[in-house]
């Protein structure tokens, strides 16, 4: 017997079974029906708060004409597509500027790239040398498109800094 | 021999003399409590006052007891409610109009800067609050024997306060809060996804799209202005409603132990019922012994009205009042947000800083592994701390590790929000604070 009661003495005998054929039955009947119901929620919201149709920014866009890019020496920002312009002697290559960390944007130093948020640092081709970014930042595609500009796609993504470059003028 | 006819109808006079009390009476169920049925019956004849006991121990309205932690957080969030509701008069959850409200609210509506600054101080306040409110009942071993899951609601609220301050500071769409969610989904975005989705769906469910924009603002929105306090609200409810069926706040047994048998116990009023009840009996329990204590209340119960009603008047006055004098600084706002370059170094609020320093060691462990472990390690305490004794008493002796342990956490914790604040420049890079002021928040 507990030491503190608060409520009656029950007759051990004056209990229905915990569980019955009828009672057992009748539980999985509720139990589905909760399920059922909660299962179709959980879908349901899951495709509601995950769109098919999501404005997605178009991943090929243009950096400019060749004159104008290649008049740019050095190491650009372009705050637009937050990508990094690098030019040198006719040739052209596009870094993405976004930390593959938490995705703020790094800021151009001496030693390379440094983000702002938690500290990650990139050598000046792009690759992680500490912090916590896991990754290091890549190059884009860059290509001349039909209208003359030069263009860079985001899904075309290489780690070759050499490879990187590319000459309009060739 | 005088034969009851029933009551005579009252005269119209009568109905009109009495019709002011009549008319009271039928809002109020209750009479002035000015005797002891009718301070119990304000109780719980009241809808307002009803969660609370008729009556409560001496020991709960001790002020260095419970330091009235619990009370201020729960004034926190009525004041949090009230001045959030105003807010939402004027706010509109736009990339284009939020920033621009928030400025205009600066100098073209009055009290508009006040009802603000009161909301966001009280959000920070009411963090500070919930945690020091976990450490009282850490230290006083409250969440022992039958309030063990009270504890476990509790770390759910503690969590939800954390969920609904990062949702609100995102809603001025200043640079604070661009980069904030920007950061914060990207967080989600470490949680491993499900399989056949294009993108990681739990970033997907906070931003409905793959960058930050209108589509993530507005579903912020609804979490901080409905979804997030009604479940706040609920589970508020729930945590009081325990605290009445588990016994009340955690107090040490009593030193003299109540005799049913022999009638030593003293009501804290001399009279046991009022003038005029004609019906004092009634069956209120079945009690065990030959001499059940008659007109007397339980050993050192006093009545919540006006005690405890007192005590939580006074707990709400000093949060109301706390909250008026930091209404007088100007809640932060950075510049607009530039979806382009944040600002360096990038500071979270100072309760998001240890997360933010965990985080710039390791995403997926800094952000998702160690939070969750410490949110599921906390609800756990109270199911592998297997000590019986302590509670009421602050540092019990036997506690001395479990003490140990928690205070530890919270040391670790507080040093990497130390160092997040005032030991991080440009770049997140380590400066010593007597160099350099970079506080930004």
Same mark, same amino acid.
């Given at each position: 017997?507990?030491?503190h =009661?608060?409520? &009656?003495n029950?007759?051990?005998?004056?209990?229905?079974?915990?569980?019955?054929r =009828?009672?057992?039955l009748a539980?999985?009947g509720? !139990?589905?029906?909760?399920?059922?119901v !909660?299962?179709?929620?959980?879908?349901?919201?899951?495709?509601?708060?995950?769109?098919?149709?999501?404005?997605?920014?178009p991943?090929?866009?243009?950096?400019?004409?060749?004159?104008?890019v &290649?008049?740019?020496? !050095?190491?650009?920002?372009?705050?637009?597509?937050?990508?990094?312009?690098?030019?040198?002697e006719?040739?052209? =290559?596009?870094?993405?500027?976004?930390?593959t960390?938490?995705?703020?944007?790094?800021n151009?130093?001496?030693t390379?790239?440094?983000?702002?948020?938690?500290?990650?640092?990139?050598?000046r081709?792009?690759r992680?040398t500490?912090?916590?970014?896991p990754l290091? &930042?890549?190059?884009?595609h860059?290509?001349?498109?039909?209208?003359?500009?030069?263009?860079?796609?985001?899904?075309?993504?290489? &780690?070759?800094?050499?490879?990187?470059?590319?000459?309009?003028?060739? | 021999?005088?034969?009851?006819k029933g009551?005579?109808?009252?005269?119209?006079?009568e109905y009109?003399v009495?019709?002011?009390?009549?008319?009271?009476?039928?809002?109020?169920?209750?009479?002035y409590?000015n005797?002891?049925?009718d301070?119990?019956? @304000?109780?719980?004849?009241?809808?307002?006052?009803?969660?609370?006991?008729?009556?409560?121990?001496?020991?709960?309205?001790d002020?260095?007891? $419970?330091?009235?932690l619990?009370?201020?957080?729960?004034?926190?969030f009525?004041?949090?409610?009230?001045?959030?509701?105003?807010?939402?008069?004027?706010?509109?959850?736009?990339e284009d109009?939020?920033?621009?409200?928030?400025?205009?609210?600066q100098?073209?509506?009055?009290?508009?800067?006040?009802y603000?600054?009161?909301?966001?101080?009280?959000?920070?306040?009411?963090v500070?609050?919930?945690?020091?409110?976990m450490?009282?009942?850490?230290?006083?071993?409250?969440?022992?024997? $039958?309030?063990?899951?009270?504890?476990?609601?509790?770390?759910?609220?503690?969590?939800?306060?954390?969920?609904?301050?990062?949702?609100?500071y995102?809603?001025?769409?200043?640079?604070?809060?661009?980069?904030?969610?920007?950061?914060?989904?990207?967080?989600?975005?470490?949680?491993?996804?499900?399989?056949?989705?294009?993108y990681?769906?739990?970033? @997907?469910?906070?931003?409905?799209s793959?960058?930050v924009?209108?589509?993530?603002?507005?579903?912020?929105?609804?979490?901080?202005?409905?979804?997030?306090?009604?479940?706040?609200g609920?589970?508020?409810?729930?945590?009081?409603?325990?605290?009445?069926?588990d016994?009340?706040?955690?107090?040490?047994?009593?030193?003299?132990?109540?005799?049913?048998?022999?009638? @030593?116990?003293?009501?804290?009023?001399?009279?046991?019922?009022a003038?005029?009840?004609k019906?004092?009996?009634?069956?209120m329990?079945?009690?065990?012994?030959?001499?059940?204590?008659?007109?007397?209340?339980?050993?050192?119960?006093?009545f919540?009205?006006?005690?405890?009603?007192?005590a939580?008047?006074?707990?709400?006055?000093?949060t109301?009042?706390?909250?008026?004098?930091?209404s007088?600084?100007?809640?932060?706002?950075?510049e607009p947000?530039?979806?382009?370059?944040?600002?360096?170094?990038?500071?979270?609020?100072?309760y998001?800083?240890?997360?933010?320093?965990?985080?710039?060691?390791?995403?997926?462990?800094g952000?998702?592994?160690?939070?969750?472990?410490i949110?599921?390690?906390?609800?756990?305490?109270p199911?592998?701390?297997?000590n019986?004794?302590?509670?009421?008493?602050?540092?019990?002796?036997s506690?001395?590790?479990?003490i140990?342990?928690? #205070?530890?956490?919270? #040391?670790?914790?507080?040093?990497?929000?130390?160092?997040?604040t005032?030991?991080?420049?440009?770049?997140?890079?380590?400066?010593w604070?007597?160099?350099?002021?970079f506080?930004?928040?």
């Amino acid at each position: 017997m507990p030491k503190h =009661r608060n409520s &009656l003495n029950v007759d051990p005998e004056n209990q229905d079974p915990l569980i019955s054929r =009828r009672s057992f039955l009748a539980l999985m009947g509720v !139990g589905a029906c909760i399920v059922g119901v !909660g299962a179709l929620t959980g879908a349901s919201m899951l495709g509601f708060l995950y769109p098919n149709a999501m404005k997605i920014p178009p991943s090929v866009f243009s950096i400019g004409r060749p004159e104008e890019v &290649l008049a740019m020496d !050095g190491k650009m920002f372009s705050p637009k597509q937050k990508v990094f312009i690098e030019t040198k002697e006719g040739k052209v =290559r596009v870094q993405t500027a976004v930390c593959t960390h938490l995705g703020c944007t790094v800021n151009l130093v001496e030693t390379g790239y440094a983000c702002p948020c938690h500290g990650s640092t990139y050598d000046r081709y792009g690759r992680n040398t500490g912090g916590p970014a896991p990754l290091p &930042l890549v190059y884009f595609h860059v290509f001349k498109g039909a209208s003359g500009d030069i263009m860079v796609d985001k899904s075309k993504t290489t &780690l070759d800094w050499n490879a990187a470059w590319y000459s309009p003028t060739a | 021999m005088a034969v009851f006819k029933g009551t005579p109808r009252e005269s119209w006079g009568e109905y009109l003399v009495n019709l002011p009390s009549m008319f009271v009476r039928s809002i109020f169920r209750h009479n002035y409590p000015n005797n002891d049925v009718d301070r119990s019956e @304000v109780i719980f004849k009241n809808f307002f006052l009803h969660f609370h006991p008729v009556k409560c121990h001496k020991h709960s309205l001790d002020p260095f007891y $419970t330091l009235g932690l619990g009370a201020i957080t729960t004034s926190l969030f009525l004041i949090l409610t009230f001045t959030g509701v105003i807010l939402m008069f004027y706010y509109i959850p736009t990339e284009d109009r939020a920033y621009e409200i928030m400025k205009d609210w600066q100098d073209t509506t009055p009290f508009a800067m006040m009802y603000r600054n009161m909301h966001r101080w009280s959000a920070h306040m009411m963090v500070l609050f919930v945690f020091l409110h976990m450490s009282r009942v850490f230290y006083t071993g409250s969440y022992k024997g $039958t309030r063990r899951f009270n504890w476990v609601i509790g770390v759910i609220l503690m969590f939800l306060t954390l969920v609904l301050s990062f949702t609100g500071y995102l809603l001025p769409w200043d640079q604070l809060a661009f980069w904030a969610i920007t950061v914060g989904t990207n967080i989600a975005g470490y949680v491993p996804n499900l399989p056949g989705f294009e993108y990681n769906i739990n970033r @997907v469910m906070l931003l409905a799209s793959t960058n930050v924009g209108q589509d993530a603002l507005i579903r912020f929105y609804v979490l901080h202005v409905a979804f997030l306090p009604l479940l706040t609200g609920t589970l508020i409810g729930v945590h009081f409603w325990r605290i009445r069926k588990d016994g009340g706040l955690s107090r040490p047994p009593d030193k003299i132990r109540p005799d049913p048998l022999r009638v @030593v116990q003293r009501s804290d009023t001399k009279e046991s019922f009022a003038p005029g009840v004609k019906r004092t009996y009634g069956l209120m329990e079945l009690v065990r012994g030959t001499c059940p204590t008659v007109d007397k209340g339980p050993y050192n119960f006093v009545f919540t009205w006006p005690h405890l009603l007192r005590a939580e008047l006074v707990a709400f006055l000093f949060t109301l009042v706390l909250i008026l004098g930091l209404s007088l600084i100007d809640a932060p706002l950075e510049e607009p947000a530039n979806p382009s370059k944040p600002t360096n170094p990038s500071k979270a609020p100072w309760y998001f800083l240890g997360l933010q320093e965990m985080v710039a060691y390791n995403a997926f462990w800094g952000g998702v592994a160690i939070p969750l472990g410490i949110v599921l390690g906390l609800m756990a305490i109270p199911y592998l701390d297997r000590n019986p004794h302590g509670s009421g008493y602050w540092f019990h002796r036997s506690r001395y590790l479990a003490i140990f342990l928690y #205070t530890l956490f919270m #040391t670790w914790q507080a040093l990497l929000i130390v160092i997040g604040t005032y030991f991080r420049g440009a770049n997140w890079g380590w400066v010593w604070p007597w160099t350099e002021n970079f506080a930004r928040h």
